[in-house]
C-alpha cells in the first residue's frame, strides 16, 4: 500500500483529504505542521505529499526544499495545495521542488487526477483529460524545468 502525507494546519481540510484517499491503495498519513510533516515523512517515506504553504512554524516551502534534500525523500511527490495564487508563489514553490502547485478551492476530483498524472509523468492538464480554464496548476518536471499548463 502506498503511503500519502497530508500536511496542513485545517484539520476540516485533512479530514476531507483522509476520507478521499484512505479508502484504496493509500496509507494516509497526516501533520498539522512542518515539523510533524518532516518528522512523519523521514519515517514513513511516503511516495505522495499534499503540502500547504503557509502554516505555524516551518512553512511548506522550507518542508518541500528539506524533503527534495534529503535522499531517502527527494524521490517524493510533493503536491502543493494552497491558498497563495500569485505568480511569484508558484515559481518559489517550483523552485523548491514541488512537482506540481494547485491552488485551494480544488475539487477532490481534480487533486485526483493531478495525482495519477504526476505518478505517470503527464506534464498537461490537456494530458490529464482537464480544462485549463477551469483552475490554475501549474507543473514542474524532476529535472526542475517548469511549463505552465
Known amino acids: 500500500m502506498e503511503k500519502m ?29 512542518g515539523e510533524q510533516a518532516l518528522e512523519i515523512a523521514a519515517r ?14 516551518i512553512d511548506g516551502m522550507e518542508v518541500c526544499k528539506e ?10 511527490f510533493v503536491i502543493m495545495l494552497t491558498g497563495l495564487g500569485q505568480q511569484k508563489d508558484r515559481e518559489y514553490a517550483l523552485e ?3 512537482n506540481f ?12 487526477m493531478v495525482i ?3 505518478r505517470t509523468g503527464k506534464k498537461t492538464l490537456e494530458e490529464l483529460g482537464m480544462d485549463s480554464k477551469a483552475f490554475d496548476l501549474r507543473w514542474s518536471d524532476r529535472q526542475g524545468k517548469d511549463q505552465p499548463v
Open 101 to 112: 502547485y494547485m491552488t485551494k478551492p480544488f475539487s477532490p476530483n481534480e487533486l485526483i
Open 116 to 118: 495519477e498524472g504526476v
Open 96 to 98: 523548491a521542488g514541488a
Open 44 to 57: 514513513e517515506l511516503p511516495e505522495i505529499i499534499l503540502l500547504d504553504i503557509m502554516m505555524p512554524g
Open 5 to 33: 502525507l497530508i500536511v496542513d494546519d485545517n484539520a476540516d481540510l485533512r479530514k476531507i483529504l483522509k476520507i478521499t484517499f484512505g479508502y484504496g491503495k493509500y496509507k494516509v498519513l497526516e501533520a498539522s505542521n
Open 67 to 76: 524533503i527534495k534534500a534529503n535522499p531517502d525523500l527527494n524521490r517524493s
